[in-house]
Structures are given as C-alpha cells and as structure tokens.
T-cell receptor
Framework: GAGVSQSPSNKVTEKGKDVELRCDPI?????LYWYRQSLGQGLEFLIY????????KSGLPSDRFSAERTGGSVSTLTIQRTQQEDSAVYLC??????????????FGPGTRLTVT | GQQLNQSPQSMFIQEGEDVSMNCTSS?????WLWYKQDPGEGPVLLIA?????ELTSNGRLTAQFGITRKDSFLNISASIPSDVGIYFC??????????FGTGTRLTVIP
C-alpha cells in the first residue's frame, strides 16, 4: 500500500518568508509525527498528533513553528518568518492505532528546506 | 531530554564482514527500534523490540533488547554493498515519542 508522502520534496525560500510543509500519513494510521533532521545529525522531535487528542507540541523550537492536522489525516507544518537555522530536512512519520505495533513509526521521504 | 548514545559513529568494513553497533540510554526504555536511512530518503524501520532480553532477526540483521532495558545492539552478518547507509536506534521511554540516536554511518568496501 501507499506509504507516507510529503510535499514539496524540496523548498528554497528567502529569510523572513513563511513556508508550509505537507504530510499525508498512511491510511488508517492514527498517530502522526514531525521531526527535523539537520545535515549529518539525528532526528529532532517536533510535534505529535494522536487521533483527536490535543497534540504534544513539546519539541517545537519556537513559536514560529506550528502544525495542524485536519480531519485526523493530512498535516501541515508551518514555519513563519523563516531563519537560516531552520534549514534542514523535515520528516513526517505515522504509526498504527493503539495496539501491539503502535510504536512503530513509518517515515516519509522528507522535505528539504533551504532558507537563503 | 533523553540521552541516547550510539556507537560507533562510523564504520568502514569489507564486503562479507559482520557489523555490530549499539545504543545505550541514560534511562529505561520500553521499546527499541532500529532504522536505516539512505541518502535523500526517510528512515526505514528494520526491527522493533518490545521486551527486555528479546532477540529478533530480520534476514541478515539481528537486534537485541538489553536486559537492563537501557541498551540495544544491531548486528549485520555478511555485509553487502547495499547495506551502506546510516543506521539509527530509537527508544521509547514510556510516552509515545521516540528518541533517536545520532546514527552510525556504514560504508561497505566491495
């Protein structure tokens, strides 16, 4: 079946502009996660959605970052007034409903954001 | 936040050799996962471990959930060129979030 998809695959923006990154999770998955990966680094947790519960925003680095998940499916990560240090690959992952494999996260290909 | 130490940071091995890498944490984890990431791709799940002491294989890959619940290792036997990539461990301390190691970059020399 279809995996997690993300768009755009690459985004170049000027410093100070806003950007929106989109994630389509695997059909039937109830949890959705956003991570940031800087060049040569591990994954930094940003935000987590589970069903209709309030999202866990504990990883968002500043109030310029926000995310929404509409209808329990597609999610959009918005970065306002982008800064050069926001340049990274933004990865989205989804996981199955609560159960024996609900902690297994499946990743999309990522969006490479470059702020000039 | 959680401290996950993954080692080694990088490895250069000859094709056919076995590989071993590990992760240790400063606190107890309930789940350990191992991922592989190719350039320009998202991480791909290799093995998931749910119980202390659990030993699980997936083809040439074998991973174990340490008895102390603070460590895990991944072994790759008889490496081949397509094993090249970055391997990440990830642990779940109890909430739903995963904490990722910094990765082991594997290079296989034909």
């Amino acid at each position: 079946g279809a995996g997690v998809s993300q768009s755009p695959s690459n985004k170049v923006t000027e410093k100070g502009k806003d950007v929106e990154l989109r994630c389509d999770p695997i059909s039937g998955h109830t949890a959705l996660y956003w991570y940031r990966q800087s060049l040569g680094q591990g994954l930094e947790f940003l935000i987590y959605f589970q069903g209709n519960s309030a999202p866990d925003k504990s990883g968002l680095p500043s109030d310029r970052f926000s995310a929404e998940r509409t209808g329990g499916s597609v999610s959009t990560l918005t970065i306002q007034r982008t800064q050069q240090e926001d340049s990274a690959v933004y990865l989205c992952a989804s996981s199955p409903p609560p159960g024996s494999h609900s902690y297994e996260q499946y990743f999309g290909p990522g969006t490479r954001l470059t702020v000039t | 936040g959680q401290q996950l130490n993954q080692s080694p940071q990088s490895m250069f091995i000859q094709e056919g050799e076995d590989v071993s890498m590990n992760c240790t944490s400063s606190s107890i984890f309930n789940t350990w996962l191992w991922y592989k990431q190719d350039p320009g791709e998202g991480p791909v799940l290799l093995i998931a471990l749910y119980k202390a002491g659990e030993l699980t294989s997936n083809g040439r890959l074998t991973a174990q959930f340490g008895i102390t619940r603070k460590d895990s290792f991944l072994n790759i036997s008889a490496s081949i060129p397509s094993d090249v990539g970055i391997y990440f461990c990830a642990g779940r301390p109890g909430a739903n979030n995963l904490f990722f190691g910094t990765g082991t970059r594997l290079t296989v020399i034909p």
